[in-house]
């Protein structure tokens, strides 16, 4: 069940005996990914260093050997993505907290899918929250200058770079993009493959994660 405004998030529970530790969010949409496209049963999982952790106001799960200690269990939502990479070859991949089409920060247009806020410091989409059943796409046009772009970097560390007539915003469970150069396509931080066609969907409540 996704969160609705004001409700609490998570429940501590005992530690799982079979948690699955991650370093990252990028190896967490690896194993993710995996296990899904395989079709096996998707593991708890904890991260060490997680982006997606800032909305609980920590950077990632501790690590103890205590196994009486108590852990936060949190649902989380997952971006299935669906593309066509420029030979036209369909493949699936999982992701957890964004998904990213671009060439440069410093022209063209740029597509963000996110389910947390964060792209590494920056704080893309302050509405976003990973377990509320939507993806919030971001675009920046492909008509905003360089200098217009620099100003926005500057402002998107501290989600102030919206409103802003070149970048719009919106919340989605499904968004699908015909790309019009091919773009490399960046889930967790990781570089997947340059694409010329993306379908974005939000799958609510799709793993467990522990803190």
Not at 69 to 86: A, E, P
Not at 119 to 132: F, K, L, M, T, Y
Request: proline content about 5%; aromatic content about 6%; hydrophobic content about 40%.
């Amino acid at each position: 069940m996704t969160i609705r405004k004001g409700a609490n998030w998570g429940r501590q529970i005992a530690r799982p005996d079979n948690l699955v530790y991650c370093n990252d969010d990028t190896g967490a949409s690896i194993l993710i990914t995996n296990n899904l496209l395989k079709s096996l049963e998707l593991p708890t999982i904890a991260i060490r260093k997680s982006n997606l952790a800032r909305v609980l106001g920590i950077d990632g799960a501790k690590v103890t050997p205590d196994t009486t200690t108590k852990v936060l269990s949190t649902l989380f939502d997952l971006i299935r993505v669906d593309y066509l990479t420029v030979k036209g070859t369909p493949i699936t991949v999982f992701g957890l907290g964004y998904a990213l089409l671009r060439n440069s920060w410093w022209h063209g247009e740029i597509v963000a899918v996110l389910n947390e806020s964060f792209i590494g410091d920056w704080d893309c989409a302050p509405r976003a929250h990973p377990n509320d059943g939507k993806l919030d796409v971001v675009i920046v046009s492909s008509k905003m200058k360089p200098s217009q772009r620099l100003l926005a970097s500057r402002r998107v560390r501290s989600g102030t770079h919206i409103p802003h007539p070149g970048i719009t915003i919106a919340q989605q469970t499904y968004f699908e993009t015909t790309i019009g150069a091919p773009k490399m396509l960046i889930v967790d931080g990781r570089q997947i493959s340059t694409v010329k066609a993306c379908e974005f969907t939000v799958i609510p409540d799709a793993v467990t994660l522990c803190w």
